[in-house]
C-alpha cells in the first residue's frame, strides 16, 4: 500500500524530505529612523521602534549578528520639513544620507537599502508629485516624480547605499534610476524594485509610523488594484526590462498566487514584502493568546518562501532568525 505518511514519520525523515528552508539569509529587516536623540516605541506597529541613528546602529549591528544581510530604512520626517515638493528626500545632509554614511562606517559587509519615493517627504503624503487636473481633482504627476526620484536615487548612492528601492510605482522609473546612477558613476548601486505593490489596506500601520497617510485621495491610480494578477507579470517584464536587480511583490501573505506566477515569469531574484499590515495581524491575535506567535511567524514566512520568493523582506526578521 501506498503511504504518503512514511515521509512523515520522524523529525529526520521530515528534514530529508522537506521542500523548502528558511534562514536568516533569506532576510531584510526594515527599519524606522528619526532626527531625534531617543529612540521611541511605534503605536501603530507594536515591538518596532522609530530609532535615532545610534538606535539604529545598535539594531542593525544585533540584525547582523543573526545573519540577516540586509537592512531598509524609512525615515520619519518631521512635518516642517515636508513640502509639496519634497525636496528634503535628495537633501545631501538628510536624515537617510546621515543614516546610510552611519550603517556603512560602522558595518561595511552589511547591505544597506534604501526606499525611493517621495511620502515620508511630501506634504500631501503621496509618493509621487501632486497637481490638480483640469477637473479640479487630485492627480499624481508621473514623469516629473520620476526625475525627482533619480535625484533621491543618486543622493542615496552618493551617501554609500547599496542598493536603491522604489517602491512608488511611477511609470519608467527603473529604467530612468538606472540611466542617472550610470551616468554618474554608480553602476554598480543596485535596483530592488517593487514591481507589483497592489493598493493594499495592509499598509495602514506603516503610515502610522511615519505620519505619511494620504492628506486627500488614496493610492489607486498608482498602486496596483488587487484583483489584478496579469498586471504583475507586465509589470515583472517591464521591470526586468529597465534593468531592475531584484523584484518584488508586496503585500506577501494575501499575494501568494501572485508571487508564484512572478517566480515562473522572471529568472531574476524574487523578493516578498510582509508587510506592516500582516505583522500586526499576527502581533494583534498573539497577544491575548489566540494564536501561538512563533508557531503562525514561522507558518507566515515559510508560506512566502514555498510560494516561490527568494528574499522577505519582514519585521520578523530578527525574531525568526533567533528561532532558526
Ligand atoms: C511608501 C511605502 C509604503 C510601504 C513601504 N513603502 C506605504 C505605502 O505605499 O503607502 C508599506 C510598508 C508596510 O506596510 O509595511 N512608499
Not at 505620519?211 to 517584464?237: C, F, W
Not at 501573505?253 to 499590515?277: F, H
Request: include cysteine.
Amino acid at each position: 500500500m501506498i503511504r504518503p505518511r512514511r515521509n512523515r514519520k520522524s523529525p529526520a525523515v521530515r528534514a530529508l524530505v522537506r521542500e523548502t528552508t528558511l534562514s536568516a539569509s533569506d532576510f531584510i529587516y526594515p527599519l524606522f529612523v528619526h532626527d531625534k536623540n531617543a529612540d521611541e516605541a511605534i503605536d501603530s506597529m507594536p515591538g518596532c521602534i522609530r530609532w535615532s541613528i545610534e538606535g539604529l546602529l545598535k539594531e542593525a549591528g544585533e540584525a547582523q549578528a543573526l545573519g540577516i544581510p540586509a537592512v531598509v530604512i524609512f525615515p520619519a520626517i518631521s512635518e516642517d520639513l515636508k513640502s509639496s515638493d519634497a525636496v528634503q528626500c535628495y537633501n545631501d545632509d538628510g536624515l537617510i544620507p546621515r543614516a546610510i554614511k552611519a550603517l556603512k562606517a560602522t558595518y561595511p559587509e552589511l547591505c544597506v537599502i534604501t526606499d525611493v519615493a517621495l511620502d515620508p517627504y511630501n506634504s500631501d503624503g503621496h509618493d509621487g508629485l501632486v497637481a490638480e487636473n483640469e477637473h479640479g481633482g487630485l492627480e499624481i504627476i508621473n514623469d516629473e516624480t520620476v526625475e525627482v526620484l533619480c535625484q533621491q536615487a543618486l543622493c542615496h548612492a552618493r551617501a554609500g547605499a547599496d542598493m536603491v528601492s522604489p517602491s512608488d510605482m511611477m511609470d519608467g522609473r527603473v529604467e530612468a534610476i538606472r540611466t542617472t546612477l550610470d551616468s554618474e558613476g554608480y553602476q554598480d548601486v543596485s535596483i530592488l524594485a517593487y514591481t507589483a505593490k497592489y493598493a493594499s489596506a495592509y499598509y495602514g500601520p506603516f503610515r502610522g509610523a511615519l505620519e505619511s497617510t494620504p492628506k486627500a485621495g488614496d493610492k489607486k491610480t498608482y498602486q496596483m488594484d488587487p484583483a489584478n494578477v496579469h498586471e504583475a507579470i507586465r509589470e515583472t517584464l517591464l521591470d526586468e526590462e529597465e534593468g531592475a536587480d531584484i523584484i518584488m511583490v508586496k503585500p506577501a501573505g494575501p499575494y501568494l498566487d501572485v508571487i508564484s506566477q512572478v517566480r515562473n515569469a522572471t529568472t531574476l531574484p524574487l523578493a516578498a514584502y510582509q508587510v506592516s499590515g500582516e505583522y500586526l495581524m499576527i502581533k494583534a491575535a498573539a497577544k491575548d493568546g489566540w494564536l501561538d506567535e512563533q508557531a503562525v511567524m514561522m507558518e507566515s514566512l515559510i508560506g512566502i518562501k514555498r510560494a516561490g520568493a527568494d528574499i522577505i523582506v519582514t519585521y520578523f526578521a530578527k525574531q525568526a532568525a533567533r528561532c532558526l
